[in-house]
Each structure stands twice: as structure tokens, then as C-alpha cells.
């Protein structure tokens, strides 16, 4: 372990009803709007007008993109748009743009969109000679400065913070032909799985009005006020419930047979008594009835209630049971292809492949389970440094780069939430780098602190680069400059929280 500062603690069917609700088989009741919406998104159009004027003059397109959800999400909305356009168009994921991956754009004349980054990396476009006329960036990122005036659609100039590359993708999509309607249920995958929907439990703006779209065509169905889990739709409830730290919910949060006593203190079983019941199927009665209870549990303890709900966004053209079924958990298929080097499977999956790309995520998803498993006991076996304004781990070689940020977010609910959570890790295939990647929450967040900024300042700094959001960042940075890096984060962080930050609250 390198010498670092601190001490370490331990730590179905359905049919609208005249009101124009519609409900399941099981008396499911849902909430539908009517037509595909007519956006106003506040100044972006112009953007999205001429990226759609831009890509209607090429004929043969380089889409490159990243290997999360919402990357996965933007390159399968814009490759399948392009295609109905008769352009040739071909694809090319990228972990990160950086000098080492930059050698993976191709040097070629076609046209190259960049999606899901390439805000933050002008730079690297300029050095590899690319033509400002011969390139798009649809990102949701903050730019950088560049000599070059690349063309960009991005919602961050506009004030549209809760809004992912896959909804801007979708945007210029529905602008080059309305009939991409059906492309809606992709954006709203991508939307949920860079946790757009998290600060409000629900997606807003024009993210929400892209659910409108989906809703129209008859691919999404809306649940509102859902219970805020993951796993509402493939997990036994109990486990469902017991995985719920947020509200922390005493007797059942990190409790399996709690859970399990708390639902059969209500005598609600299954249709047998023997099989698990999975919260999606429940009659709406049922639901209600547990949401109830929830509630009162909360009071009863002196928690608030209101992130006991959320929104939920579900595909009626899925199969029940099964992870595709529903936003939240078909983003994390996407994202276990993605961090398995297999971001193109998941991109079949986005366009409609249920045969052989969907038996191999199915098996990476395991898989990715298994080991974000491990990485989780492992920190909290290892226990994290806590210093005054972060807490942080180095793991070595011992788990893949790609699943260290998930391992942050998942292990922060069990640490100090309060502080953001830095997990380091070494590259296997750069000796020479560390990636970083910090997590925190809407909580921490609201206080004034951007894990962007201080990730982007200080690998800079050191002669890196990173950048990502306020909640989530990470960076790329020198092998050996990881004590500085927990030092210079941990001062950025002091800032950001004192008064006289900007964006104290």
C-alpha cells in the first residue's frame, strides 16, 4: 500500500382506459400523456437543427462513443437513425478519449460523431488532425477550451444538467425523422443509467418529455410514485427491501430477514405461499398497502418519507422477469457489457437482438455481479482512510478499472455518506497510469461539492486528465501521484464546503 494520509476505518398486455390511465392484467394502474411532445428545451434546438443538417449531408459516418449505459444507449439511437437515413455508418467504443485510445478514431475521411464525450477532449481532435467540418460532438460534459470550434450539441451551455448524451442523441434523432419515436425507450434507458433520474426520482425536462415520446408510441410505461429500488422488477422483494439505504428504513435496510418478517407481519405472500414475490407483479392494492407500512415505519423512527418514491419507467414489449423490462435494470445490462469489453452486444440488445447478444449479456451480467460483490467486501473488510473531507482506498490490481466507480457508489451507503467515497486502481495495460474515480451524493452535492471540478483540476494538475459530474467523477493520473491527488481533492473539497463557496447551500 502506498504511503497516503489518514486513518484507516473499518468499516405485460395493456389497454387505455377512458381517463386516460391504462391498466395490466393485474389491475396495474399507470400514467400515460398523449402525443409525442412538443419540446421546448430552452435554446438547444439550434443545436440539434443543424447536427441534424450536418449529418443529413454525409454518406458515410464514424460514430464513436463510450462503453457505459448512456454511451451504449447514444450509439445505438444514432446508428439506427442514420441507418434509416441510407448512411453507411459504422461504430467505435472508446473507455475514455485520451492519447493512449485516440489511435482507435479512425483515419479516414468519413464523417466522425462523438457521443457521450468528447467535450472535454478538443484537444486530442485537434492534435489528430481532424477537420471542425467533418465533426459532431453530442455530449452532456463540460467543454474545454479549443482552438478549433468543433460543433457540439450540449445541453450544459443551456442550463440542462439532468439531461444524458442518449437524450441528446434522441433529440437530433427525432429532428432528423418524428417516425424515430420508438428510439424514445433507448434514451430513456440511457437517461436513467447515468442517473439522471436520481436527485428527483424521476427524469424532468426534456428527459421527461422524451418519456411523453416513448409513452405515445406504446414502449414505455410510467409508474408513478414506484418504490425507489432497484430491482422491482427481477428481484425478490424481500432482497429488494433489504438492499434499500436510502431512506435508511430501521428492521429492513441490510436486513434480508427483516425484510422477509416485515412482509409476512402483513401476510402478504405469494400466489402459493412458496414463490417469491417480485414487487412489479403485486396488485396495486398490495403495493399500497407495503408503501404504507414503509411510511409509517420511516415516521415511526423520525425519517423522512420522500425518497421512499420514484418514478419508474417500464417496456411493455419486454418479457416480465426479466431485466430488460425495465430502465433501470436494462441500463445495468448495459453497463456489465460495457466494463466487459463487449459494448457492442450491448448495442445489438439496444436494437432489438434477443437470441445470441442477449444470452451473452445475461452471462457478463453475473459475472459483473459477482465481482462488484467482491470489490465491496473487499473495501469494507480493508476498511477506507478517512481524512477530514474524503475517504478513499487504493486497490491495487486486485479488480478491473472499469467496475471501481460502481464499487464507490455501492460502498459509500455503507460508509460515511457524508464524505465522498475515492477508490484507486492500477491499469493493467498502462503500467504508467492510476485511474480515480469518486462517488458521492445528492446530499453532499447540495452542500456545494463538484467531484467534476476536483477531479479535472487536480489530475490536470498532476499531469492527467478526468472530469465526469458533480456526483460522479474520475481521472487518469501519473503512477505515483496518488498521494498528492488524496491530498489536492481533499483541499478542493475543504473549499467547496466552505461559506464562501460558489455553490454553498
Avoid at 454511451?71 to 467505435?92: D, F, H, W, Y
Avoid at 439532468?162 to 437517461?191: E, F, M, Q, R, T
Avoid at 469518486?438 to 486528465?465: K, P
Amino acid at each position: 500500500m502506498i504511503g497516503l494520509p489518514g486513518v484507516r476505518v473499518n468499516s405485460r398486455s395493456h389497454q387505455t382506459n377512458k381517463s386516460g390511465h391504462a391498466e395490466n392484467r393485474a389491475g396495474t394502474e399507470y400514467f400515460f400523456t398523449s402525443k409525442c411532445a412538443v419540446r421546448d428545451t430552452m435554446g438547444i434546438d439550434a443545436e440539434v437543427a443543424k447536427a441534424a443538417d450536418m449529418i443529413h449531408d454525409q454518406q458515410e459516418v464514424t460514430i464513436i462513443s463510450h462503453i457505459d449505459a448512456d454511451g451504449i444507449s447514444s450509439e445505438a439511437i444514432l446508428s439506427q437513425a442514420l441507418t434509416r437515413e441510407g448512411i453507411v455508418t459504422k461504430s467505435v467504443f472508446v473507455r475514455q478519449l485520451e492519447p493512449l485510445t485516440m489511435h482507435q478514431v479512425p483515419e479516414d475521411r468519413t464523417f466522425k460523431i462523438f457521443t457521450d464525450l468528447g467535450a472535454g477532449q478538443q484537444n486530442l481532435l485537434l492534435e489528430k488532425g481532424l477537420d471542425s467540418e467533418n465533426v459532431l460532438i453530442i455530449d452532456h460534459h463540460v467543454s474545454q477550451p479549443c482552438a478549433t470550434g468543433y460543433f457540439q450539441v450540449n445541453c450544459i451551455p443551456h442550463g440542462l444538467l439532468k439531461l444524458s448524451a442518449a437524450g441528446l442523441a434522441y433529440l437530433v434523432a427525432h429532428k432528423l425523422d418524428p417516425d424515430n419515436c420508438d428510439l424514445a425507450k433507448i434514451a430513456v434507458i440511457g437517461n436513467v443509467g447515468d442517473m439522471m433520474a436520481r436527485e428527483h426520482r424521476g427524469l424532468t425536462g426534456p428527459a421527461r418529455e422524451i418519456v411523453d415520446d416513448g409513452v405515445s408510441h406504446g414502449s414505455i410505461l410510467v409508474r408513478p410514485h414506484d418504490l425507489n429500488c432497484y430491482g422491482t422488477s427481477t428481484r425478490p422483494l424481500h432482497v429488494c427491501l433489504a438492499y434499500m439505504d436510502d431512506p435508511f428504513i430501521t428492521g429492513i435496510s441490510n436486513n434480508v430477514h427483516g425484510a422477509r418478517r416485515f412482509l409476512k407481519k402483513m401476510d402478504i405472500q405469494g400466489n402459493d405461499g412458496k414463490r417469491d414475490l417480485i414487487w412489479e407483479g403485486l396488485p396495486f392494492p398490495e403495493r399500497k398497502k407495503i408503501m404504507s407500512a414503509l411510511v409509517e415505519q420511516l415516521m415511526a423512527n423520525g425519517e423522512p418519507f420522500d425518497r421512499l418514491f420514484c418514478e419508474t419507467y417500464l417496456f411493455p414489449g419486454e418479457n416480465e422477469g426479466e431485466p430488460l423490462r425495465n430502465a433501470q435494470e436494462f441500463a445495468t445490462v448495459l453497463n456489465a457489457c460495457g466494463r466487459w469489453a463487449q459494448p457492442g452486444i450491448g448495442s445489438a440488445i439496444c436494437r432489438g437482438d434477443r437470441s445470441v447478444a442477449y444470452r451473452d449479456a445475461k452471462k457478463m451480467l453475473s459475472n459483473h455481479r459477482a465481482v462488484i460483490r467482491e470489490l465491496l467486501q473487499y473495501i469494507l473488510d480493508k476498511g477506507v482512510i478517512e481524512i477530514s473531507h474524503l475517504q478513499y482506498i487504493h486497490v491495487g490490481n486486485r479488480f478491473p478499472d472499469t467496475i471501481v466507480g460502481i464499487g464507490a457508489g455501492m460502498a459509500l451507503s455503507k460508509l460515511n455518506s457524508g464524505k465522498p467515497i475515492l477508490i484507486m486502481c492500477e491499469l493493467p495495460e498502462d503500467p504508467s497510469l492510476i485511474k480515480a474515480s469518486m462517488r458521492t451524493t445528492e446530499r453532499v452535492v447540495a452542500r456545494g461539492v463538484d467531484l467534476q471540478e476536483v477531479a479535472s483540476r487536480v489530475s490536470t494538475e498532476l499531469g492527467g486528465s478526468g472530469g465526469g459530474h458533480k456526483i460522479a467523477a474520475g481521472a487518469y493520473i501519473p503512477r505515483g501521484s496518488e498521494a498528492r491527488f488524496v491530498i489536492r481533492a481533499n483541499e478542493l473539497l475543504g473549499e467547496q464546503h466552505s461559506p464562501e463557496s460558489p455553490g454553498h447551500r
